[in-house]
């Protein structure tokens, strides 16, 4: 961070004030008011952050008129194409990308963190048989906290360390383990001798009567779908997990308030209402009317749109080409969803409606019908994205903490409600 930019000049009630200005690698200069309060007595109003940096950070870049993101410098869709989960989880959480021996010792320590303790499968039997799996992970997730006591201690990087393997470890059994008590069928335990993504895959759909067999084709979109899901910059549910932590709080319960946020149908939770739409509208003859709808502002047209993205998501792009290739495999490319989805993006893209309001879709358009067609209902989708968003929580946590000028985020408000006034009894209330 430079700070050798000329400083922000603000005017209020006629005295002058210079803001420093800082600038970043990337990106737009920002203006410094931490000390506006104690100097000036006023806050700045931005409800929604919609232009407020709410912290440094040297992981994640987004430059969303261009349609860019980098993580740690490299764009996306290389990632996508030439790297895997777990070099990219190294790469979020260390930095730089992997030698092989150091990959070799990452791949490894979190392949011998998947088993989970036989006692934690009691928290699972708590749940109502049909309890939604978010639900489930929210909980599970918050209890490893009471289940492993000794790697909360924030302030020691060896328990930190621990506990990013356990949580990027553990987080496909869990996930997995919520999936089939929501199917109703026995847990499947990992298997040391797979990969992330297939030993995940194989912990959803194996059954005892019946092993996994592994497909390359949809194993490498199950990792790819985790890459893209990795990191996303200070989106709400890393903010939450930010804000958490900053407090102290440990990691497994931080990330647990990140799962709580992902879920909501504006974040995470869009992935299952895309779907949803898709079917709604069910066949291609059916769009103009939908789009109608969407103009008349009933509704919003899911996995459409981005606080960030003013153009084609990065991510939407790689999910699109995983779509055809994992529907080409399984032989579902007549898929009607399919059809409805792309006729559905050529309409918006060329609609006043849209272009006006730089709407493009965005990774949650094409993730529904891919992982649809791969087995995992409609109620999985969010827990795949919290799977994978594991790792740029705990990255994002661990920058956190290891900031020295760390303090508890604590945001001020534009109060508007009543002044003070005196307490009536009851008696003489009218
Ligand atoms: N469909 C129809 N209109 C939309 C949509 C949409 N999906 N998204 C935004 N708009 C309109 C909105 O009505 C508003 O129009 P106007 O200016 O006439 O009032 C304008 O576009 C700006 O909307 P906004 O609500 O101020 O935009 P935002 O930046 O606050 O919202 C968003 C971003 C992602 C919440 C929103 O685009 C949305 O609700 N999209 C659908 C849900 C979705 O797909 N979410 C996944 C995001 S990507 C995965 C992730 O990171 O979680």
């Given at each position: 961070?430079?700070d050798?930019?000329?400083?922000?000049?603000?005017?209020?009630?006629?005295?002058?004030?210079?803001?420093?200005?800082?600038?970043?690698?990337?990106?737009?200069?920002?203006?410094?008011?931490?000390?506006?309060y104690g100097?000036?007595?006023?806050?700045?109003?931005?409800?929604?952050?919609?232009?407020?940096?709410?912290?440094?950070?040297k992981?994640?870049?987004?430059?969303?008129?261009?349609?860019?993101?980098?993580?740690?410098g490299?764009p996306?869709?290389?990632?996508?194409k030439?790297?895997?989960f777990?070099?990219?989880?190294?790469?979020?959480?260390?930095?730089?990308?992997?030698?092989a021996?150091?990959?070799?010792?990452?791949e490894c320590?979190i392949?011998y963190h998947?088993?989970l303790?036989?006692?934690?499968?009691r928290?699972?039997?708590?749940?109502?048989?049909?309890?939604?799996?978010?639900g489930v992970?929210?909980?599970?997730?918050g209890?490893?906290?009471?289940f492993?006591?000794?790697?909360?201690?924030?302030?020691?990087?060896k328990q930190?360390?621990?506990?990013t393997?356990?949580?990027?470890?553990?987080?496909p059994?869990?996930?997995?383990?919520?999936?089939?008590?929501?199917?109703?069928?026995?847990?499947?335990?990992?298997?040391?001798n797979?990969?992330?993504?297939?030993n995940?895959?194989?912990?959803?759909f194996a059954v005892?009567?019946?092993?996994?067999?592994?497909?390359p084709?949809?194993t490498?979109?199950m990792?790819?779908?985790?890459?893209?899901?990795?990191?996303?910059?200070?989106?709400?549910s890393?903010?939450?997990v930010?804000?958490?932590?900053?407090?102290?709080?440990?990691?497994?319960?931080?990330?647990a308030?990140?799962?709580a946020?992902l879920?909501g149908?504006?974040?995470g939770?869009?992935?299952?209402e895309?779907?949803?739409?898709?079917?709604?509208?069910?066949?291609?003859?059916?769009?103009p009317?939908?789009?109608?709808?969407?103009?008349?502002?009933?509704?919003r047209?899911?996995?459409?749109?981005?606080?960030?993205?003013?153009n084609y998501?990065?991510?939407a792009?790689?999910m699109?080409?995983?779509?055809h290739?994992?529907?080409?495999?399984?032989?579902?490319?007549?898929?009607?969803?399919l059809?409805?989805?792309?006729?559905?993006?050529?309409i918006?893209?060329?609609?006043?409606?849209?272009?006006?309001?730089?709407?493009?879709?965005n990774?949650?358009?094409?993730?529904?019908?891919?992982?649809s067609?791969?087995?995992?209902p409609?109620?999985?989708?969010?827990?795949?994205?919290?799977?994978?968003?594991?790792?740029?929580?705990?990255a994002?946590?661990?920058?956190m903490i290891?900031?020295p000028?760390r303090?508890?985020?604590?945001?001020?408000?534009?109060?508007?409600?009543?002044?003070?006034?005196?307490?009536?009894?009851?008696?003489?209330?009218?």
């Amino acid at each position: 961070m430079v700070d050798d930019v000329a400083p922000a000049v603000l005017n209020v009630a006629e005295k002058c004030y210079d803001l420093p200005t800082l600038k970043g690698t990337l990106g737009p200069d920002v203006v410094d008011v931490r000390q506006l309060y104690g100097e000036a007595d006023i806050f700045t109003y931005d409800p929604s952050f919609g232009s407020t940096a709410s912290c440094e950070s040297k992981i994640t870049y987004i430059d969303g008129d261009k349609g860019i993101l980098l993580h740690r410098g490299y764009p996306i869709d290389e990632l996508a194409k030439k790297s895997n989960f777990l070099e990219v989880a190294y790469l979020l959480l260390y930095g730089d990308l992997p030698t092989a021996s150091e990959y070799a010792a990452f791949e490894c320590n979190i392949t011998y963190h998947t088993m989970l303790h036989a006692q934690f499968d009691r928290f699972f039997e708590g749940f109502r048989r049909d309890a939604h799996p978010m639900g489930v992970l929210t909980g599970t997730i918050g209890a490893l906290s009471a289940f492993y006591p000794d790697s909360i201690d924030v302030s020691d990087p060896k328990q930190r360390e621990i506990s990013t393997h356990r949580l990027i470890a553990k987080m496909p059994t869990i996930a997995a383990r919520a999936f089939k008590y929501w199917s109703g069928q026995p847990f499947i335990s990992p298997r040391n001798n797979l990969t992330y993504a297939e030993n995940f895959l194989r912990m959803c759909f194996a059954v005892p009567a019946e092993d996994y067999v592994s497909n390359p084709v949809l194993t490498r979109a199950m990792d790819r779908i985790f890459i893209l899901h990795a990191d996303h910059e200070q989106n709400a549910s890393t903010s939450t997990v930010r804000m958490s932590g900053s407090s102290g709080a440990n990691p497994f319960a931080c990330i647990a308030a990140g799962i709580a946020c992902l879920w909501g149908p504006a974040h995470g939770g869009a992935n299952e209402e895309a779907l949803n739409m898709l079917k709604e509208i069910g066949t291609v003859d059916r769009i103009p009317e939908y789009v109608q709808g969407v103009k008349d502002r009933k509704y919003r047209l899911m996995g459409f749109g981005h606080r960030v993205y003013k153009n084609y998501d990065p991510r939407a792009k790689v999910m699109q080409e995983t779509a055809h290739e994992v529907l080409d495999e399984l032989g579902k490319h007549d898929e009607p969803l399919l059809k409805v989805a792309m006729e559905l993006e050529k309409i918006a893209l060329h609609d006043d409606y849209f272009v006006e309001r730089k709407l493009y879709p965005n990774v949650d358009f094409y993730s529904g019908i891919t992982l649809s067609a791969m087995g995992f209902p409609p109620e999985m989708f969010t827990v795949l994205f919290a799977l994978a968003r594991t790792v740029g929580w705990v990255a994002q946590w661990r920058e956190m903490i290891e900031d020295p000028h760390r303090r508890i985020a604590r945001p001020r408000q534009l109060y508007t409600g009543e002044t003070q006034r005196a307490y009536t009894p009851i008696e003489e209330r009218g």
